[in-house]
Structures are given as C-alpha cells and as structure tokens.
C-alpha cells in the first residue's frame, strides 16, 4: 500500500521522526478539482503535513490546518483525523491569475494579513476535552517553514519538516527534537550537562542528514529507501507503519446548517429564479440539491407536539 506513514526514532531518543507518502489518497483529494500547478503543490504540502503533526494526536479527534490568504489563494484547509482520514481543499481569489513561478508569499502572504490557524478539536467534549485553536501571523517562504516557525512559537518544539509535491503523489517528512528531561540531583549536574550537550548533537546531526535531500529525490523515493539513504550510519527503531485514506464528512444536514445560517432572506434571494439551489461540496464535489420546498422547510418553526395523554401542547 504506497499510502503509508512510517515512524522512527533515534537509537537514543533524543529525536523522532516521520516520513509519509501519499499517492491514492492525494489523488481522491483532486478528483473534482483542477488547481493551477502552484496552488496544487501547496496544498499537497499542507496535507501532508498535516498528516506527519496529526499522527500524534494524543485524542480521538480532528486536526484542522488552515492557511488564510490574502493574495490570489484565500484559503487552504486540510481536516485530518486520528485514523488518518483526510480531507482537504483551496480556494482562490475571483478571476486569479496564477503564474508556474509564483512565489509563496506572492500566493498567500501578499500584503502581509495572511495567517495561519490549527485547531485541535477532540469527538468526545464531554470527557473534558475542549477544541483548541491556535493562530499565528504567517512566517515563512514555504509550507515547511511556516509549520516549523507555528511549532517553534506554539509548542516550543524544534521542528524540520521537508515537503514535496505534484500532479501524482505527495511526500514529507518530518524530524523533531523530543525533550531532554536530565538528572535534578546536585551530583548529577556534571552528567546531565553533557547528556544535554550530547542531544543536541544528535539534534543538529539529524537535521544537517535531513537537509541533504532534495524536493526531486522525496517526491520520486519511497519511505524505506529514503530512511536507509539518509540514516544508515545511525541506529533507528522503526514502528509499524500506519495507512491514509480519503473521508469527506460532509452531509445534507451540515449544508442545511450553512443555508440556514445565512438567512431565509439571502436564500431565497439565491434561488429566485432558480428551481433548485445546486450546492457542492468544496472538499469531495458530492452535489446537494435545494428546491423551494426544501428550503422553506429550513426556516419552518418546529410543529408543536401534542402530548398522547393530556392532550397539551409543548
């Protein structure tokens, strides 16, 4: 199965690191859409990066990643999940013309308003757990730094991601440096410094072996020869491999949701003239139909009940 993620670690697990593939479940991503090459490849990216981040979700939940522009593309989001199911889609400006060599910030940053947001958002908010959201400016001239420099300010986690992708498959990989918990002991300091010194080491040697791959060699090499390519002097422990698939949440009630939080008057306004309201889904394309009937029925207040035994209404 090519759509695969692969965790490691580092013999003296100063460092973890990932790298991920995804080629059947890319391509289900843009069934129904027809990008330009540059807005593709971003979004390729943010997928896959969200995939590496959302495999360590410590809870049965969804992590959204979303890129809000404010240059020709207005919006990237990826909605991944703690299976690994994955959604994603972009949207751009009205009549935006987008050239093979535009840049990032071009793309996404322009005028500098642009930000980057993820939420946390746990299935289960009655054990406790509570959506979380994190938004910061956007930092960076690529997918990858902007991740690595949320981490850095957010999560206060040294992170390198590299990223890849095109009209065929996606690829990444990410290296991350876990914390260092030492001896507290007075006896122990002379150690634990040198223990400390020597991660950051183990650091600084990952991420100088990770900087040496090029977009062309991730894009066209598969996890385990990869790993083997660039690591094959250190001693890594490799877990078992975890696996994506494509799932589009959406459904006629949550679209239902959205006409109604518009409003019967701009509804109505959109239909008039129309015999049905023909609403996609941004993510899978799956069609929604709206008549009139249908959308009368949204602003309908609930029928009073009457209850079998006294006859009262409630």
């Known amino acids: ?46 997928t896959t990066a ?30 991944c ?8 889609m972009a949207k751009m400006t009205e009549d935006a013309v987008i050239a093979a060599n535009t840049s990032v910030s071009e793309l996404i940053n322009a ?21 979380y959201q994190g938004i910061v400016p956007l930092e960076g001239e690529s997918i990858a730094a902007i991740i690595e420099n949320y981490m850095k300010q957010s999560e206060q986690l040294d992170t390198k991601l590299w990223l890849a992708s095109d009209a065929q498959v996606s690829r990444g990989m990410l290296l991350q440096r876990l914390p260092y918990f030492g001896g507290k002991a007075k006896e122990q300091k002379s150690d634990a410094a040198s223990e400390q010194e020597a991660a950051l080491e183990a650091w600084n040697r990952a991420a100088m072996l990770g900087n040496t791959v090029k977009s062309d060699e991730l894009l066209s090499t598969d996890n385990a020869t990869l790993m083997h390519r660039l690591f094959w002097e250190e001693t890594l422990r490799v877990f078992e491999p ?16 959205m006409l109604t939080m518009l409003g019967k008057a701009e509804v109505m306004d959109a239909l008039s003239g129309l015999a049905t309201l023909d609403i996609h889904c941004d993510f899978c394309g799956k069609p929604y139909k709206f008549d009139a009937v249908d959308c009368a029925g949204l602003f309908l207040a609930p029928e009073k009940k009457v209850h079998p035994d006294s006859g009262s209404t409630h």
């Not at 005028?111 to 959506?131: E, Y």
């Open 1 to 46: 199965m090519t759509d695969t993620l692969t965790k490691f670690m580092f013999d003296d697990a100063t460092v973890r690191g990932e790298l991920v593939e995804l080629q059947t479940t890319w391509q289900d991503i843009l069934k129904h859409h027809n990008y330009p090459e540059p807005v593709r490849n971003l979004l390729g990216e943010l």
């Open 50 to 79: 969200a995939v590496l981040l959302c495999s360590n979700l410590k809870f049965e939940g969804s992590m959204i990643m979303q890129i809000h522009g404010d240059g020709a593309i207005k919006l990237l989001v990826v909605e």
């Open 81 to 88: 999940n703690n299976s690994l199911q994955l959604r994603a």
């Open 111 to 131: 005028h500098g308003n642009g930000r980057f947001v993820i939420t946390l958002d746990p299935s289960d908010k009655s054990a406790g757990q509570q959506a």
């Open 242 to 257: 975890q696996h994506t698939s494509f799932n589009c949440t959406c459904s006629r009630e949550k679209v239902s949701n």
